[in-house]
């Protein structure tokens, strides 16, 4: 079985708007090994931007963890 290049494990993310707390990734698993294509196609609104920047590290998981070529990387610090 091939590692993974990227993979998320148990994400969440949330947003707080006024006094509601929005859920907007809810243990969200994902994984693409290296030659793999994928296309995220779903309604405008349901997270496939949260998800493409928790991902890409722009975003930090509330919980779970980002994992590049087999490093956690979902609580590192900016620099």
């Avoid at 090994?33 to 609104?45: D, F, H, Q, T």
């Amino acid at each position: 079985m091939a590692e993974a290049v990227i993979e998320l494990k148990g994400v969440e993310r949330h947003y707080v708007q006024g006094p509601r707390k929005l859920t907007i990734l809810n243990g969200a698993d994902f994984s693409l090994n290296r030659g793999e294509m994928v296309a995220l196609v779903a309604p405008s609104g349901t997270g496939k931007s949260t998800l493409l920047h928790t991902a890409g590290l722009l975003e930090r998981p509330d919980a779970g963890d980002v994992i590049l070529s087999g490093r956690a990387c979902g609580r590192l610090s900016d620099e």
